[in-house]
């Protein structure tokens, strides 16, 4: 192995140019030699000094990081001679020694504040410092130390030139006061132990002295290396005539003293170093001899064996060798030998470094193994030098690696014999640094450092390794070199990196060198135990290469097989196709091999065979696991690289890479599950076990129970089957089923039957990683928490071993507190931001589990914060349950809206009512503003629906709508359904439903109620009866041309009766007067109008009812008909009760008179009013019985229905003539109808213009205040039209009241109408003309039968009803009742009476 070399893996690192002027300053001097070592231990810093300059950098990146320059006394600076690394109270420093004029000095520096804290005056010249302790105090740290040095704070021990050793009280318990070197304190020495040494130590402080204890007398040879090892607790001290010293730190005495072998060298350096387990308590110490502060060339390691009587364990965890036996000298190494191959005569040889790298093995935490005294794994000396030959100008420098524990398994020889080589020495190794040589020459190296985290072998080819494995050749490490002018990185790799790294330069040239490639991989331990004994003559080309590959793919040296494939693909070469078919061949009867052996491993974890996994099986996995890993991806390359296979090639190489991976990751999983102690599985529940296990009937009780409990739950409305944990199962599909029934016991349901089921998942390619990982850290949880000692730390390992993100841990952790109905600290994880936002079928199983458990406002609370998306229409009914079974239907109107389409309107619809039935939501969801389409919906469903309630609510529905003759038929069925029913609280509910229906049914024409009761009947459709006749014959036709008729708008009807209204006032005396004339019998009543008390006549608002009056006024409908049958009167001749009604000509119109009878006397204490027209002995005149008196009275009594005129508040007749407010043109269009077929078409048209232009118009006053009050017990005189405002008369509007409360009588209404007789033909014609425009003005044909249904009825004397009074501008503007508009209409009332 001569042919080791360290590469270098940085440039040099060059310090700051202000530490490299602060060292060349002093570099002019005798004494100004530069020197600098790295700190030990885990502190990456490295000092440099020369002359009283100190400097202190960072080990890794060559930063400044303190400085400092030492003063003196006399104007004189001293020289830095001796430093050491030292820490106290997580404080880092340094101890320096510093030579003087007429002494030293020994300075404590803070590297923290980079100035000196403590300094004390030394005798002689200082040549070495080690510390002793740096503890404060009597403690547990110090009770292996002399008691006198327990009452120290911090011991150091000092050599000078003349042999004398020192140790010194640092004083760490008094650092709050500053001093410097300049003011350094005396030392106070004694020669002997004194017994007060408290008090002499309290009295020294006071006076400015420290206390010294003289371990060693000045002997003459000076002391040229000191150091404290702390396992034997002794002081080893090397002179400078090659003897060696152990001093007991316990009891303050020489236990060894005696020369090295190597003669009156001075002893250089001392390093210890401890075997593993050795039996007989011995331990080692390497002692270096070297003549190179003299400029000689001789360099020599000895090893001395150190044997104890005991070796124990302290409370602190320290190990400690008490009693030394024998010290002997069982090992040396001269460097200058020949061991080394120069190509000169060595002219000076320099030691640069030598350190101890140890690591141990971590123990299990047990009781048993906490107090084991234990002892390193690993143990090896690293040694590092320069050698100067003649006619070189260049130094070589090597490093050198001293394995003690194949010392140990060499027998322990006593020296390297001549005739063994280093390349076959079992336990010692070098490595040439001439390549960090060339990078920084000509500076010089002043130390060497190996990083001891670095150390480590390469892996093993196999188990169990071949010897040449353990070499310390294998050891890889990086290192650093510290030079003048900064620092340089390296890396020592190993033979077997070095035989790795020449088969990824060679790559496919490797055929061509296969039996040299072969003996190579052979020496480095890279290939197969069974090879070892096998000569290489015996094997063939192809095994050989075979062999080589099996190293490659052992070691992961995929870079040499990958280059390859890429080559030989690349190729188009018949040898390139041959190389790669039987690379793949060799890859997948690997991959074979692989798995027989795996099964072959696994077999006794999963059988109950084994208790425990022994150290075999777990190194057996991992290296099935690494093989299996290593083997995917050279598959994938093949993968990626193949070019010219068929479509069925490629389908079985994919198949055979898919195989390897899953297998691989299956080797991973099982290999976690032996380190998490949950394998091997153990079969005999009797036998406790105090790791945790898996125990299947306790989980599969719980669970099995859980399902009990949901199935009784649910109800029927939900899915049982709603663990989470059965969801996650179902979406693995089929396979995980089967499989998990496939073991004894197993149900195919969660939990499994065995560890074994549960890791067979990750053999199954149709499942993915994330899901099986999700299934392993469910079941994880429920081991955890059905054991005894619960802990998270196997969930956080198993997450960190497999890379799995946190928000899945979180999530699964969130559906397992779910299905254990910790419902509060589950929608906590589930809301938490890190975790992963659930799929669309965990949101909808999250809320079925929480719905069927009854936790709806958890429910809701979920839809609220992670608002789960709808993508069907049974999410957005699940959502609708959610939302109604909290009462929120105003939400879930909103969400039904967003989410509703044509096709599946009625469907949620219907979902909806029912469930709002359902939890009685019916009342708030009909406050909801409702589209034609969900009314629709809503009137269908609850039709449908059997209940009674249902048809109360789509009742009060209706009536809520305004829909009253719906409303009516539905209650009139209703009825019928309760004729049958003897149920007393259905019959007290019809009650309690008919109280409000008869109100409200008041506001209908008796014509409607009765229709409705009708409909509500059941309808008898009688059989049908079939009968022949014979085919019709159609008859001749004639066709009639329509007449076409004048049209009359209510504009024109209005401006004719404004322009009109100056002449009806002309006219009114001469019609008194003839009508005065004609009947001097008859009396007219004189009308008076009341003025009506303020508190009774509010402001007129457009649409407000006047709800202040005493009784209700007369609707619009009634005055509408009323006006239109005047008019239709005023065109013919009636009679009434043997009065006549006279037409008078004047120059201008023709008027008619209708006298009235006086009004019956009454009491005053009564309110009965006075009806017009009426007469005592018959209520109605006599009419034709005929077709034609038939079709008169219909059209008669509907005029009358609406003829009852209101009363004022005297009771006096309030008339209403001859006008029709509402404008509509049916009056006119009957009367033109009507009119020609009258006697002559001359006379129609005659009597036609009387009666557009002849009308007389009786009106009661206007809801205002009157400015004209009249006297109380006169009779009331009809207000004419004449006597108002024109204006004001346009402005007049009716409407229907809400609801009439009180009803008309019109018993008292006797007028008598007589037309003349018209032919059979006419009436007919009349009669279907009559028909045709009731049909097409469906609002007048619709309103009179309501109406003529109210006069039917007779009842006592009533107040009339109130009436809502609409006051409309012709301008679109309401009247406002102002004084003068009154004052205007009181005097045109005046003048006009």
């Not at 020889?413 to 280093?422: G, V, W």
């Not at 425009?1333 to 009803?1361: C, D, F, H, I, V």
Request: charged share 25%.
């Amino acid at each position: 192995m001569q042919d080791l070399q360290a590469e270098v893996t940085s440039g040099l690192l060059q310090f700051p140019d202000v530490t490299l002027q602060a060292l060349g300053e002093d570099g002019k001097g005798p004494d100004s030699v530069l020197c600098g070592k790295f700190c030990g231990g885990r502190n990456t810093l490295a000092w440099l000094a020369r002359g009283p300059q100190l400097e202190v950098v960072n080990s890794v990146t060559g930063e400044h990081l303190s400085e400092y320059r030492f003063s003196g006394g006399d104007q004189v600076l001293p020289t830095v001679r001796a430093v050491k690394e030292f820490s106290w109270q997580k404080r880092t420093g340094l101890l320096v020694g510093l030579e003087e004029a007429e002494g030293s000095v020994l300075c404590l520096y803070d590297l923290g504040v980079s100035r000196v804290v403590k300094a004390v005056v030394l005798p002689g010249r200082v040549t070495a410092i080690e510390a002793i302790s740096c503890y404060t105090g009597p403690c547990v740290s110090t009770q292996h130390l002399h008691q006198s040095l327990r009452w120290l704070f911090g011991v150091a021990a000092v050599a000078t030139d003349d042999g004398h050793v020192l140790l010194v009280d640092l004083c760490l318990d008094g650092l709050s006061g500053s001093q410097s070197e300049v003011e350094a304190s005396d030392l106070e020495v004694f020669f002997s132990i004194p017994a007060e040494v408290p008090e002499r130590r309290a009295t020294g402080t006071r006076e400015g002295r420290r206390l010294s204890f003289q371990l060693q007398a000045p002997s003459g040879p000076a002391v040229s290396t000191l150091c404290y090892i702390r396992r034997t607790n002794q002081l080893v001290v090397g002179f400078s005539d090659g003897y060696l010293s152990l001093w007991n730190m316990k009891t303050l005495k020489r236990e060894h003293h005696a020369q090295l072998v190597g003669g009156r060298i001075p002893v250089y350096a001392v390093t210890f170093q401890e075997p593993e387990n050795d039996p007989r308590n011995c331990c080692y110490l390497w002692a270096v001899q070297s003549a190179q502060e003299s400029g000689g060339d001789i360099v020599s390691f000895h090893l001395l064996q150190l044997a104890f009587g005991d070796r124990k364990r302290l409370a602190s965890g320290q190990v400690l060798y008490e009693g030394l036996e024998s010290c002997n000298e069982c090992y040396s190494l001269d460097l200058t030998g020949g061991i080394v191959p120069l190509r000169g005569q060595i002219r000076n040889t320099k030691l640069l470094s030598c350190q101890t790298i140890e690591k141990f093995c971590h123990h299990d935490g047990s009781e048993e193994s906490v107090n084991e005294v234990i002892s390193p794994e690993t143990s090896v000396s690293v040694f590092s030098w320069q050698v100067n030959t003649y006619g070189q100008g260049t130094p070589s420098t090597f490093l050198c690696v001293f394995d003690i524990n194949r010392w140990y398994h060499a027998q322990m020889p006593d020296s390297l014999r001549a005739e063994e080589f280093l390349h076959d020495c079992p336990y010692f190794a070098l490595w040439s640094l001439d390549a960090v040589t060339s990078v920084t020459s000509p500076t010089l190296i002043l130390d060497v450092v190996v990083q001891e985290r670095s150390l480590s072998r390469g892996v093993p080819p196999s188990h169990p390794p071949p010897e040449e494995f353990f070499h310390p050749g294998t050891y890889s490490f990086d290192g650093t070199c510290l030079l003048s002018s900064g620092v340089v990185h390296m890396t020592c790799t190993g033979f077997q990196k070095e035989t790795l790294k020449l088969l990824k330069k060679s790559g496919p040239s490797i055929i061509k060198a296969i039996p040299e490639t072969y003996n190579r991989c052979l020496v480095a331990g890279l290939l197969s135990p069974r090879l070892s004994d096998v000569p290489p003559s015996s094997l063939s080309q192809e095994e050989q290469f075979e062999a080589i590959l099996s190293a490659a793919v052992r070691t992961g040296c995929l870079a040499f097989l990958t280059g390859c494939i890429k080559h030989w693909a690349s190729e188009e070469q018949p040898s390139s196709a041959a190389n790669l078919r039987f690379v793949l061949a060799w890859t997948w009867n690997k991959v074979i091999c692989t798995k027989d052996e795996l099964d072959q491993t696994c077999a006794p974890l999963f059988d109950g065979s084994c208790n425990f996994v022994d150290p075999q099986t777990l190194r057996s996995l991992q290296q099935c696991q690494l093989l299996l890993t290593n083997l995917g991806r050279v598959l994938d390359c093949f993968l990626t690289e193949a070019r010219e296979l068929t479509e069925q090639g490629f389908a079985n190489l994919r198949k055979k890479q898919v195989v390897t991976s899953l297998v691989s990751l299956y080797v991973q999983v099982v290999t976690w599950f032996c380190r998490s102690s949950l394998l091997p599985e153990g079969l005999d529940d009797d036998v406790p076990l105090a790791r945790p296990f898996y125990n299947y009937p306790l989980l599969q009780s719980y669970y099995t129970g859980r399902r009990q409990q949901l199935g009784r739950l649910s109800r029927g409305k939900w899915d049982s089957h709603c663990l989470m944990i059965d969801g996650m199962v179902s979406q693995l599909g089929e396979q995980a089923e089967k499989l998990w029934q496939r073991d004894e016991g197993g149900t195919g349901k969660y939990p499994p039957a065995s560890l074994n089921a549960l890791l067979d998942l990750y053999l199954l390619d149709s499942i993915e990683e994330s899901d099986k990982h999700a299934i392993t850290i469910y079941l994880l949880l429920d081991i955890m928490h059905s054991s005894p000692n619960r802990t998270d730390a196997s969930i956080d390992s198993f997450r960190t071993a497999f890379a799995i993100p946190w928000g899945l841990v979180k999530l699964i952790q969130g559906f397992w507190l779910l299905d254990h109905k910790d419902y509060e600290n589950s929608l906590a994880l589930l809301f938490h931001s890190a975790t992963m936002r659930p799929v669309s079928w965990q949101h909808w199983r999250v809320l079925e589990c929480l719905m069927c458990q009854g936790e709806h406002r958890q429910a809701l609370r979920y839809i609220q914060m992670m608002k789960p998306p709808m993508s069907s229409s049974s999410e957005v009914r699940f959502s609708l349950r959610v939302l109604l079974s909290n009462r929120c239907v105003v939400e879930a109107w909103d969400l039904l809206h967003r989410h509703s389409t044509e096709l599946n309107m009625e469907e949620l619809l219907k979902h909806l009512y029912e469930i709002c039935q359902e939890v009685g939501l019916m009342e708030d969801l009909l406050k909801l503003p409702f589209r034609v389409t969900e009314q629709e919906h809503l009137e269908k469903f609850l039709q449908t629906d059997a209940d009674v309630q249902s048809h109360e609510l789509l009742l009060a529905h209706r009536l809520q709508r305004a829909s009253y003759n719906p409303a009516l038929q539905l209650n009139q069925s209703l009825q019928v359904r309760l004729m049958n029913d003897r149920d007393p609280h259905l019959r007290e509910r019809a009650v309690t439903r008919n109280s409000p229906l008869d109100r409200c049914g008041k506001i209908l024409p008796r014509v409607q109620r009765n229709l409705a009761g009708e409909r509500a009947k059941p309808c008898h459709v009688p059989s049908p009866v079939i009968r022949e006749v014979s085919r019709p014959t159609p008859l001749l036709t004639v066709t009639n041309k329509a007449n076409a008729a004048n049209v009359h708008t209510r504009a024109t009807f209005i401006s004719k009766v404004l322009s009109k209204i100056e002449e009806v006032c002309i006219g009114k005396k001469q019609k008194a007067h003839v009508s005065q004339r004609d009947s001097p019998g008859a009396t007219e009543p004189a009308v008076r109008a009341h003025r009506l008390p303020d508190a009774e006549l509010p402001d007129a608002v457009v649409g407000t009812p006047v709800a202040k009056l005493g009784g209700r006024w007369h609707t619009r409908e009634g005055t509408q008909n009323l006006l239109a049958d005047t008019e239709s009167l005023s065109t013919r001749e009636d009679t009434q009760s043997g009065e006549k009604v006279e037409l008078l000509d004047t120059p201008r119109r023709r008027a008619r008179r209708i006298p009235h009878a006086r009004p019956h006397k009454r009491d005053t204490g009564e309110q009965t009013p006075a009806q017009p027209n009426e007469e005592p002995t018959t209520p109605r005149a006599a009419v034709r019985t005929g077709r034609r008196g038939r079709k008169r009275r219909s059209i008669l009594e509907e005029s009358a229905g609406e003829e009852a005129f209101s009363q004022g508040p005297g009771g006096s007749p309030l008339l209403l003539e001859d006008i029709n407010p509402a404008g509509r043109e049916e009056t006119s269009r009957t009367l033109r109808e009507r009119t020609p077929r009258t006697r002559s078409r001359k006379a129609a048209v005659h009597q036609k213009l009387s009666a557009e232009e002849n009308e007389s118009f009786l009106f009661s006053p206007p809801l205002t205040k009157q400015t004209k009050k009249f006297e109380a017990g006169k009779a009331d005189h009809p207000v004419q039209l004449t006597d108002l405002d024109p204006d004001l008369s346009s402005q007049i509007v009716f409407s229907l009241p809400l609801l009439r409360s009180r009803r008309k009588n019109l018993s008292s209404i006797s007028q008598t109408l007589k037309e003349p007789e018209l032919p059979a033909k006419e009436e007919e014609e009349d009669t279907k003309s009559v028909g045709k425009q009731k049909l097409e003005r469906g609002r007048t044909a619709k309103s009179n039968p309501k109406k003529a249904s109210k006069t039917t009825r007779k009842e006592g004397p009533r107040s009339p009803p109130p009436v809502e009074i609409k006051f409309i501008s012709p301008f679109a503007s309401p009247v406002d009742g102002t004084k003068s508009k009154q004052k205007e209409t009181a005097g045109a009332a005046e003048r006009t009476l």
